[in-house]
């Protein structure tokens, strides 16, 4: 098992950055790969981005028109997700979770199963 812990939210104006940051303990972090959902509030939580677990790979939601980049560190145990220009719609809770592979289609919330608590992200306008 392998347990998450994000951060890095806040509250941003519409147009700015946030990096979120999503930290593991446990020693086979870099077996998994690990995927990035957001939920807004009344809404389901859907698919933002995902990376392999070497890293080689990377997935993201076409909705995003490439604002936002994943990344991650395995040496320090640690899951990036970049976001630029940001809008008021990508306000939400985000999380990040565990798979154990990364395919174009492992965006579904059942093909992920460790969940970190998520840290919320505010854009105001």
């Known amino acids: 098992q392998v347990q998450l812990v994000e951060s890095g939210g806040g509250t941003v104006q519409a147009g700015g950055s946030l990096r979120l940051s999503c930290a593991a303990a446990?020693?086979?972090?870099?077996?998994?790969?690990i995927g990035w959902f957001r939920q807004a509030p009344g809404k389901e939580r859907v698919f933002v981005a995902g990376?392999?677990?070497?890293?080689?790979?990377?997935l993201y939601s076409d909705s995003l028109g490439g604002r936002f980049a994943i990344s991650r560190d395995n040496a320090n145990n640690t899951v990036y997700l970049q976001m630029n220009s940001l809008k008021f719609e990508d306000t939400a809770v985000y999380y990040c979770?565990?798979?154990?592979?990364?395919?174009?289609?492992?965006?579904?919330?059942?093909?992920?199963?460790?969940w970190g608590q998520g840290t919320q992200v505010t854009v105001s306008l």
């Open positions: 990376i392999s677990a070497n890293g080689g790979r990377a």
């Open positions: 979770a565990t798979a154990p592979v990364l395919t174009l289609g492992t965006i579904k919330v059942r093909d992920y199963d460790s």
């Open positions: 446990g020693r086979t972090f870099s077996n998994y790969a």
